[in-house]
């Protein structure tokens, strides 16, 4: 299954990022060959619809769960009208997150776990 | 005649300024422009006699002829749009009200619709013209009703604009072509600091202007001395005096409170006058 993690670097031995909408990278991998692309932010330096620019490049990259630090409000919104699983409060590498997500054990977010802009700050 | 009352830094004097000036002149229009603040109602007590909503135009999508193309996105300078593959949602608070998306919307989907960000209210006191904006509270765009607010400026009057604090869009919206701006400041290094931040801005946008000492009994030499080295004139001192501050905590206007300040505030005005000739 393609999914995304968000990621300080751009392999599977880098940092998640706890940040969504401006994360360095997105590391979206299929989660049973470990096949992945890392795509660098587009949408790092923007002034504000970050959490929506890079929610709308997830519903683009057709991934079927995201799985970072923090969502926001308007990500969150835009995740979920996507039918995209939002998993929170991720710790440790892209690989670890990636074996932790495919035990089941992770379940997705009912809200937003920040408030807009958390991620500019 | 605009005159423009602004600061870098918030909390300076501002609102003090520019009520005590127009009621010493007398025949004046304030505009408040302080939008998400406004507090110059609060010492001029006016009576409001009209009051009128201010919009900002937003997209609104019919889904029915919408193909999902993402051109609306595409061209969204404030990224309020976001194209899903069998979705479009608009967020609304993030949306500037400029129509690029219905203008490029190949299937003709969007259509604009009002939406209502905050209002604008017009009052007198005595020969004194009060116009006031105000932002509903959760918005965060206070540009729209800060233009509505200057609208109302009537070129054959004077019109003295409070103006919000900071060097963002609304004060630039709010003090963009006065004839003269007074940039209130302390003699503070957090006052000096911003207040180079406003020079650097009133310079880009070519209005003259001058510099108010509030409190200038406080703080330190360097607001003064960096003035000198610049060639920018110094056209009033306040003192930190705790009979103003008195009379402010009591909704008071200085020239009501220590009358001699009168005098002063005019000659403000004719400082003013001089220089914008």
């Known amino acids: 299954m393609k999914i995304c993690i968000t990621s300080q670097g751009d392999s599977l031995e880098s940092q998640i990022d706890k940040k969504f909408g401006r994360c360095l990278y997105f590391i ?33 990259k057709d991934v079927k769960a995201v799985l970072t630090g923090n969502v926001g409000p308007n990500a969150f919104q835009t ?27 992770l379940k997705p977010a009912e809200k937003p776990s920040v408030d807009s802009n958390f991620g500019k700050k | ?27 004046v229009h304030l505009l408040d422009c302080d939008v998400e603040e406004p507090n110059s109602h609060i010492f001029i007590k006016p009576q409001i006699n009209s009051k009128a909503p201010v919009y900002i135009s937003v997209p609104e999508i019919d889904k029915s002829k919408c193909d999902f193309c993402g051109k609306c996105s595409e061209v969204c300078a404030y990224k309020a749009i976001a194209a899903l593959k069998t979705d479009v949602l608009i967020f609304k608070e993030l949306c ?51 233009k509505e607010v200057k609208n109302r400026v009537k070129p054959e009057m004077i019109n003295i604009i409070d103006a919000p604090p900071g060097t963002s869009c609304s004060m630039i919206e709010s003090v963009s072509n006065s004839d003269f701006c007074v940039l209130v400041t302390e003699p503070t290094p957090f006052g000096l600091n911003d ?13 003259p202007f001058g510099v108010l000492i509030n409190r200038s009994d406080l703080g330190d030499d360097k607001t003064v001395e960096y003035c000198e080295n610049e060639n920018i004139p110094i056209i009033m001192k306040i003192p930190f005096a705790k009979n103003i ?23 403000l005005y004719e400082n003013i006058k001089e220089r914008i000739k």
């Open chain 1, 79 to 105: 995740l979920q009208a996507a039918k995209i699983d939002i998993i929170t409060g991720i710790s440790g590498t892209v690989k670890e997150t990636i074996e932790k997500y495919k035990t089941g054990e």
């Open chain 2, 245 to 267: 501050a008195k009379a402010y905590s009591q909704g008071k206007p200085i020239i009501e409170a220590l009358p001699e300040y009168r005098k002063k505030f005019i000659a």
């Open chain 2, 195 to 207: 207040m180079i931040l406003s020079v650097e801005v009133l310079r880009k946008l070519n209005v």
């Open chain 2, 96 to 146: 500037h009200g400029c129509g690029a998306c219905e203008y490029f919307c190949p299937q003709k989907a969007i259509k604009e619709v009002n939406r209502n960000i905050g209002f604008i209210e017009t009052g007198e006191k005595g020969n004194l013209l009060f116009t006031g904006g105000k932002l509903n509270i959760g918005e965060a765009m206070a540009s729209p009703i800060i």
């Open chain 2, 1 to 27: 005649m605009i005159i423009s009352i602004a600061s870098g830094k918030g909390g300076t004097g501002k609102t003090t300024i520019a009520i005590n000036l127009a009621l010493a002149i007398g025949k």
């Open chain 1, 28 to 60: 979206i991998a299929d989660s049973e060959t470990l096949e992945f692309e890392a795509i660098k932010n587009p949408n790092l330096d923007g002034m504000g619809g970050v959490g929506v620019q890079s929610g709308q490049l997830m519903s683009n």
